[in-house]
C-alpha cells in the first residue's frame, strides 16, 4: 500500500527538524507567525496560497492583480510597526493595504509547525511541499528552533486590523537620488482601519469579516 498523505508530511516534518540547525531572529518568526495565520484563516486556502509571496525578499507578502497585501506583528498592545517608504508609495495603479495584529507569547498558543499543518490540512500535497520549503527558507531551516515560541490565536484574531497604505503616515517620497532604502517606524494606534466586502475572488475577499 503506498505511503498517505500524512505519512509523507510526517516523514516532511521530521527531516526538516533533524536536518535545522540554526535558530531564526525573534522578529523573522514573529513576521512568519503572522503571515501564517493569516492564510490559514483565509476563505479559500489555495487561492491564498496562491498570492503568497515566493521568496522573503519579495516587497509584499501577498500580492494579487493589482493588490498587494503586507502582513505586520507587533509584541505587546503597541500598534507600531516598521516599513519602508517603497512600501507605502507603491507604483501608479497598485494599491497595498496592511495586514497588523498584536502577538502576544502563550504556551498553550499556536506555533509555526501548527499553523503549518493547519494549512496543509487544506492544500494538495504539491502546495504542501512548497509551503513548507518557503517556510523553511524564510528562517533558513529553523522550523523547531526558535520558531517553536507560540502565540495565542484568539489574542492576534481580535487584534487583527487592515490599513491601506494610502492612510498610512508616512515621509515625504521626494528624496535626493542618493538616498535609497528609508525605513522608518509607524504607530497605527490613531490610523482608522479598512473593512472589505465580501464580493468578488480576489485577495481581498479571502480576508473579509476578519
Not at 10 to 24: C, K, R
Not at 92 to 106: I, N, R, T, Y
Not at 112 to 126: F, Y
Not at 154 to 179: C, G, K, M, N, Y
Amino acid at each position: 500500500m503506498p505511503p498517505s498523505f500524512a505519512d509523507i508530511r510526517a516523514l516532511v516534518d521530521t527531516a526538516s527538524e533533524l536536518f535545522s540547525q540554526t535558530d531564526a531572529a525573534p522578529e523573522s518568526v514573529r513576521g512568519v507567525w503572522g503571515e501564517l495565520f493569516l492564510l490559514s484563516r483565509a476563505k479559500d486556502v489555495q487561492k491564498a496560497l496562491a498570492c503568497w509571496r515566493v521568496q522573503d525578499t519579495e516587497r509584499y507578502d501577498f500580492s494579487d492583480a493589482e493588490v498587494r497585501l503586507e502582513v505586520k506583528t507587533a509584541l505587546g498592545t503597541s500598534r507600531v510597526h516598521v516599513f519602508s517608504l517603497e512600501q507605502l508609495r507603491p507604483v501608479d495603479g497598485v494599491q497595498v493595504f496592511v495586514a497588523s495584529m498584536l502577538l502576544q507569547p502563550s504556551a498553550g498558543g499556536l506555533r509555526i509547525s501548527d499553523l503549518v499543518e493547519r494549512i496543509g490540512d487544506a492544500v494538495t500535497p504539491a502546495e504542501y511541499r512548497s509551503l513548507l520549503a518557503r517556510v523553511n527558507a524564510t528562517l533558513h531551516g529553523a522550523l523547531y528552533g526558535e520558531a517553536s515560541l507560540a502565540f495565542d490565536e484568539q489574542a492576534a484574531l481580535a487584534s487583527l486590523r487592515f490599513f491601506s497604505a494610502a492612510d498610512i503616515p508616512s515621509v515625504h517620497p521626494a528624496l535626493p537620488p542618493e538616498v535609497t532604502g528609508v525605513r522608518f517606524r509607524v504607530d497605527l494606534t490613531t490610523v482608522a482601519p479598512r473593512q472589505f466586502g465580501s464580493g468578488g475572488n480576489g485577495l481581498l475577499s479571502q480576508f473579509s469579516g476578519l
